[in-house]
Structures are given as structure tokens and as C-alpha cells.
């Protein structure tokens, strides 16, 4: 156990994009320290030389800042534990590795990669755990200096000992316990000099002086390996508390397969950050008292790692729907315009320069939300308002039995009368039935399919008023009493 400040990390490998399991990871780590006022660090874990990248990191921060998880330390922000990238730490690893050679924990291997192929194949041929035989960790020390003198490849192993039980108590799993002998010693500095995982984690959690390790489950075997580093370090190790998988609707892992996967996948579909982060939060925990929709702070303030669950948790991309429609009904409506312009301009339908398109997409907005999932739906639900097609408009008034006399009188009652608003335009309804004697559906669906040229959709006192908005914005946009007069003529 630990004493002292509360320190947690989230240690992501800048390898692709980030990963929404790796998010909940980064959120639990965020919300513990947020809740118990600890310090929440970023380590970038970039020892993988061939497979990490810049634009990999800034593509992982630029996600983690999206969804509010701010980090307190970090390779953009220092710390008092610098540098927070694991390239720049090489000299602390071979301190740490000089002192496991002299304490006579740490050995050379010079055995090639074909060797430990061929063992690795021989014991599950037998169906053995492949395990490192540990042959190089006999030689002697005259036959080691040897071989490194004549510039023989040699990785650095750790020494496990023999024989033991190791029992760690993780914060969601309970007491868990290993024995060593079925763990194989292993790398801990390859042949190229890089450090390997279970070591450059071990030697920056501790220099960090992290206090609590929550990651996911699928490190949960490398914990027993790095508990037994701390220990031939002198180093007292953190609490750990492993996280379960996230799973597809078929319980396998969340892959590609199942959709989208990375948080700027979700991002760039229309979910709000604050709906995905309540989502993420939610899967392996609850705020308690049967309630879902509760906003980042205040579940920080709730949140308690021995309450989070060590079941699989299932995806559900229909509750993250859910959410995030409450989320889009309680955004700042200014906030919400600016978030989903984007779309608007990718549609086409405004141009990304266009002086008017803020107060367009403002004034559609409000029936488009609460009927869809996610901002990317925003612009299909009210394109009429943007693309009024006369053609289909015509085709769909002169279907309807008595569409073309109510559309003359729809159009003669509103001619004149400015943009309209819900009153005028119930107004302009009114009369239309006055003068017709039409009412009801056979009223106002010639209406709708006139002004809108769609069969269907949002409530034409919501509809109409918001076409003339645009309208008044949008120079090429037809208002209501211009696609009236063209229809009832
Ligand atoms: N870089 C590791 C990963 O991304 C971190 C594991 C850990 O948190 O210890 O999986």
C-alpha cells in the first residue's frame, strides 16, 4: 500500500489511434484523481521504435483534450518528473539496469531469435507454456564477458525467482496470485539497447512516484513480472487495479469488425464528448441509485474503483444513441451550431466561408435535435430548408387531390407577409382552410410537400419558420412565400 499523494497515469503507446477501452482506462484514472484531488499524469510509452510515431501522440492527446480528461503532468505540459516520454528516459532504465547486473538480478542472453522460436514451438508442441528456459542464466561470467567483448548480441533478462507465490490484491479483482515458476525470465533491455515494457514501466512508475496503476486486463500478467522488478528494485509497488475488456455485441473484443473503435471515429460521427465520456463511464461502473446520465465532475465526485465491476462490459452503441441525444437537448445551443456546421459544409449545403451559415444552421438545428442520434444526422433531417427541389415539389403537390387549390391559397395568404413565424404561419393555414374548406391532413400535407418538397418531416410550424430564416441568410434559398407563389401558380 501506498502513502503519501495520490498519483495515477495513463501511459498510452503512441501506436494508432486511441482506442475508446483505452479511453475508459484514461477516464477511470481521470476520475479517480479528479474525485480524490491526486494528480493525473500522462506518460507517453514510445519504446517501440518502429511502431510509434508523433502523429500517433498527437492524435492521442487531441482525443484525451476532446473529451475534457486534462492531465495535470505530461510531455506538453512538464511535470516534476520529466521527461514524460519514454524515449527521453534511456539513461534512467540503465541505471536501473546496472543495479539489477550488480545485485545479480539481471543476466545477458545471448540467445537468437531462431533459438527461442524453436523452444517457444517445442513447448507448445507438448503443450507446455512457452517459457524462457533460462539457459543463458547459467553461463559463466568469464564466458559472458567474452562474448559481449567479441560483440555478441546480448538482450538483458530478469532473474525470477523460483518457487514462489506471488499475491498481489488488485482493486477491482480481488487477491490475485501467480506463481513464478510458470513465469519465464524475462527481457527487460533488448539486444538493441531499448528497454522493454515491464521495465520502463516499472522504473517511471516508480520515479513518477505513481501511487495507483488502473489499466486494462489484457496487462494483467505482466503485473506479477513487474511487482517482482519493484521488489529486486527496493521499490515499494502501486496499487493496481485492472480494468476489464470492452466487448462487441458477440462478446469478442471491440474490433473494427464491430464499428467504429477509436474515439475520433465516435468524433467524427456526431457524438458529443461529454455523451461518450457518460458512456465510457458507465461501462464496468455505475453512479449509483439507477442513474446513467450524470455529467464528468459529478461522477467524479462518486466514483470509487472497488465498485467497478470485473465483468466483460458489452458496447451498446443504441444507449451511447441515447445518450447522446440528451446530451445535444442540453448543449448551449450557440456550441451546438458550431459543433455541427462542419457537416453542413461537407454537405455542401453552406459554404465554409459563407457569412450567413452560422444563422442558418442556428435556426435549423432545433428540430433536428431530439430527432436524431448524432450531429453527423443533423443536415440530412433539414436539408428541404437548404435544397427546396421544385420539381419533386410539383410532382408531390399534384398528387394529392385537392393539393393545388390549398397551395394557391396558401400562397396568396402568406404573399407579403415577411419571413414567418409559428403564429403567422398558423395563421396562413387558417385562412387557407377558410378560403378551401379543406382541413386537417389534406390541409397541410399539400402544404408540406410544397414547401418543403419531402413527404415527410419535422412539424411544419418548426419547418416553415426555420426555411424563412434561412432564407433571410442564404441569398439562393427560396423562402416560403416564394416556393408558395411558385406552386400555386
Ligand atoms: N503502454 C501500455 C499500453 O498502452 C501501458 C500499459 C500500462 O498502463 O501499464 O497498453
Redesign the pocket.
Known amino acids: 500500500m501506498t502513502s503519501g499523494p495520490m498519483r495515477v497515469?495513463?501511459?498510452?503507446?503512441p501506436t494508432g489511434l486511441l482506442h475508446v477501452g483505452?479511453a475508459r482506462?484514461a477516464l477511470f484514472n481521470w476520475l479517480l484523481a479528479r474525485g480524490q484531488g491526486g494528480t493525473f499524469v500522462l506518460r507517453v510509452?514510445d519504446t517501440d521504435t518502429q511502431r510509434s510515431t508523433r502523429v500517433s501522440e498527437e492524435g492521442i492527446l487531441e482525443d484525451l483534450r476532446w473529451l475534457g480528461l486534462n492531465w495535470d503532468e505530461g510531455p506538453d505540459v512538464g511535470g516534476s518528473y520529466p521527461p514524460y516520454r519514454q524515449s527521453g528516459r534511456t539513461d534512467r532504465y540503465r541505471q536501473a539496469a546496472d543495479r539489477l547486473i550488480a545485485a545479480g538480478r539481471a543476466y545477458y542472453c545471448f540467445c537468437s531469435a531462431e533459438q527461442l522460436g524453436q523452444e517457444r514451438a517445442a513447448a507448445l508442441a507438448g503443450s507446455l507454456p512457452p517459457r524462457y528456459s533460462g539457459r543463458c542464466r547459467v553461463l559463466g561470467a568469464d564466458e559472458v564477458a567474452r562474448r559481449r567483448e567479441a560483440g555478441e548480441a546480448a538482450a538483458l533478462r530478469f532473474a525470477v525467482p523460483e518457487g514462489e507465490d506471488l499475491t498481489f490484491h488488485d482493486l477491482v479483482r480481488g487477491d490475485v496470485t501467480f506463481q513464478t515458476s510458470v513465469i519465464g525470465d524475462p527481457v527487460i533491455v533488448r539486444s538493441d539497447g531499448g528497454p522493454a515494457?515491464n521495465f520502463a514501466?516499472v522504473v517511471d512508475?516508480a520515479e513518477m512516484a505513481i501511487t495507483h496503476?488502473?489499466?486494462?486486463e489484457?496487462?494483467i500478467s505482466?503485473t506479477p513480472r513487474?511487482i517482482l522488478i519493484y521488489q529486486a528494485l527496493g521499490w515499494t509497488p502501486p496499487v493496481f487495479a485492472h480494468l476489464s475488456l470492452v466487448l462487441g455485441p458477440d462478446h469478442a473484443p471491440l474490433s473494427k469488425r464491430h464499428g467504429a473503435t477509436s474515439v475520433s471515429e465516435f468524433r467524427a460521427r456526431g457524438y458529443l464528448p461529454e455523451a461518450l465520456v457518460n458512456y465510457l463511464a458507465l461501462l464496468g461502473w455505475s453512479p449509483g441509485e439507477g442513474e446513467e446520465l450524470v455529467v464528468a465532475d459529478e461522477m467524479a465526485r462518486r466514483f470509487d474503483l472497488t465498485r467497478v465491476s470485473h465483468s466483460a462490459a458489452v458496447f451498446d452503441i443504441e444507449k451511447l444513441a441515447w445518450i447522446n441525444r440528451h446530451y445535444m437537448k442540453q448543449a448551449d445551443p450557440a456550441r451546438l451550431v458550431t459543433l455541427t456546421l462542419p457537416w453542413f459544409v461537407t454537405a455542401g449545403m453552406v459554404g465554409a466561408d459563407d457569412p450567413g451559415a452560422f444563422a442558418a444552421v442556428a435556426a435549423v438545428l432545433p428540430m433536428a435535435v431530439g430527432a436524431v442520434d448524432r450531429l453527423e444526422e443533423v443536415p440530412q433531417r433539414v436539408a428541404f430548408a437548404f435544397d427546396w427541389d421544385a420539381a419533386e415539389a410539383r410532382r408531390l403537390v399534384d398528387a394529392e387531390p385537392d393539393g393545388a387549390r390549398v397551395v394557391s391559397a396558401f400562397a396568396e395568404a402568406v404573399a407579403g407577409s415577411g419571413p414567418l413565424t409559428r403564429e403567422s404561419f398558423r395563421a396562413a393555414a387558417a385562412s387557407a382552410r377558410a378560403a378551401t374548406g379543406v382541413k386537417g391532413r389534406a390541409l397541410f400535407h399539400p402544404i408540406r410537400v410544397a414547401m418543403t418538397g419531402w413527404d415527410s418531416g419535422p412539424e411544419l410550424d418548426l419547418a416553415l419558420p426555420a426555411i424563412d430564416q434561412v432564407a433571410a441568410v442564404m441569398a439562393q434559398v427560396p423562402t416560403c412565400a416564394e416556393r408558395a407563389r411558385k406552386m400555386g401558380s
Do not use: C, L, M
Not at 497515469?9 to 503507446?13: D, E, G, L, N, V
Not at 496503476?213 to 486494462?216: A, D, T
Open positions: 497515469r495513463f501511459a498510452p503507446s483505452n482506462t510509452e515494457y514501466v512508475d496503476v488502473i489499466r486494462g489484457d496487462h505482466n513487474q
